[in-house]
């Protein structure tokens, strides 16, 4: 019977809970063309295996579910094919100095950040712009930390990674942005 | 014991970032301070960091306000190539 009914929402899936899945993956990939991919797959996927849907839980999370995987999968993509070189450090990775600022990367002082730190679109545009300079990986995970606030142990789950590693890719994130605001907001 | 207690300045600033979501532990937090006595580029680090943090939750806010939808022709080139593969 539970597949009865579900065969009849199909056709309401999209009024549904279109809207719902799209504001759900932009705020983790925040690519207008990519949630719309992600969400069409996810309606397939549900679709292809709605004989398996055994009414335990909505429809709605039924559906996050297949989506929540989907965004994994590209998690996981994104995770692998870009390597180590598009990475930026701001560290010497080995040698005696290991650990110590590159003397490039050292924070310089902001001179003129009173008269900067007033919130106002050109800040936002700024901001957006330097954390898509980021790589996609560290730029999803410092969105989903910082702009969207999720819970460290949700974010973990989600992407299935570990903590230490969460906080590895915020911290490389952080010190990018940093460098990107004194270049281009700060002392420009 | 002091040992462990020394940290270089990308563990000091890792802990820093932490500590901007408020989720670093004490014992980092030592390590952090102690790190920050003998590192005058990581003290600097620590101050623009916690600027930075405010220009974050700003645009956070900012953010978060805004409700995505799908445009309605979107839907219907979606409903299309659904009613296809059914």
């Given at each position: 019977m539970t597949e009865q009914k579900n065969i009849l929402n199909i056709n309401k899936w999209i009024d549904n809970y279109a809207d719902y899945l799209y504001n759900y993956t932009i705020s983790r990939v925040n690519n207008s063309d990519l949630a719309k991919d992600l969400v069409q797959e996810t309606f397939f996927s549900g679709l292809k295996s709605a004989k398996n849907f055994q009414g335990k839980a909505t429809e709605r999370t039924w559906l996050v579910s297949i989506l929540k995987r989907k965004i994994i999968d590209y998690y996981r993509k994104i995770n692998s094919k870009k390597g180590k070189a598009e990475v930026r450090m701001n560290?010497?990775?080995?040698?005696?100095?290991?650990?110590?600022?590159?003397e490039e990367r050292v924070p310089q002082s902001w001179d003129n950040a009173s008269e900067k730190n007033i919130e106002n679109e050109e800040l936002k545009n700024q901001l957006e712009a330097c954390i898509n300079k980021l790589p996609e990986k560290y730029a999803m995970v410092f969105r989903m930390k910082t702009v969207q606030e999720f819970e460290t142990e949700e974010i973990c789950k989600e992407l299935g990674i570990t903590s230490s590693n969460l906080w590895v890719m915020i911290h490389r994130a952080r010190t990018q942005l940093r460098k990107c605001m004194e270049d281009n907001w700060f002392n420009n | 014991m002091f040992k462990t207690l020394k940290i270089t300045c990308d563990q000091a600033t890792t802990i820093c970032d932490k500590n901007q979501y408020g989720e670093a532990s004490i014992k980092e937090l030592i390590k952090l301070n102690i790190h920050l006595i003998i590192c005058r580029i990581c003290i600097r680090y620590s101050k623009q960091n916690v600027t930075l943090s405010n220009f974050y939750k700003g645009y956070s806010k900012n953010c978060k306000g805004i409700a995505h939808c799908m445009s309605v022709e979107d839907k219907e080139a979606l409903k299309a190539s659904l009613a296809q593969n059914k």
């Open positions: 560290f010497y990775d080995d040698g005696e100095n290991e650990g110590n600022w590159l | -």
